[in-house]
Nanobody, 121 residues
Framework: HVQLVECGGGLVQPGGSLRLSCASSGSILSFNFMGWYRQAPGKERELIADITSGTRTNYADSVKCRFTISRDNAKNTVYLQMNSLKPEDTAVYYC???????????????WGQGTLVTVSS
């Protein structure tokens, strides 16, 4: 079955940038909804950015205008470019891929293992 592997996390100073990558072991063409979630210590996991197969994107208010999600179907990879990072962006970031059927019924869901992003001076 398809596996997702995230990389690109690490320690960055406030105001800095990072780019996360989510590489799939198989084709991502069939995933019509892919997203990045994050989970900060003591908080619930939240969806912060998503992209459809038609490359329509949505963002949580907390990251709008700072983060950009994109997908490269030829490389089977989804990216999250994070700019102007803040300490409150510190979290484990997870890649998520879905095949949605009629009425957005989830037919398949795959998660990555997560990558830690720490924003601190």
């Amino acid at each position: 079955h398809v596996q997702l592997v995230e990389c690109g996390g690490g320690l960055v100073q406030p105001g800095g940038s990072l780019r996360l990558s989510c590489a799939s072991s198989g084709s991502i063409l069939s995933f019509n909804f892919m997203g990045w979630y994050r989970q900060a210590p003591g908080k619930e996991r939240e969806l912060i950015a998503d992209i459809t197969s038609g490359t329509r994107t949505n963002y949580a208010d907390s990251v709008k205008c700072r983060f950009t999600i994109s997908r490269d179907n030829a490389k089977n990879t989804v990216y999250l470019q994070m700019n102007s990072l803040k300490p409150e962006d510190t979290a484990v970031y997870y890649c998520n891929a879905n095949i949605l059927g009629p009425l957005s019924r989830r037919l398949l869901e795959v998660w990555g293992q997560g990558t830690l992003v720490t924003v601190s001076s």
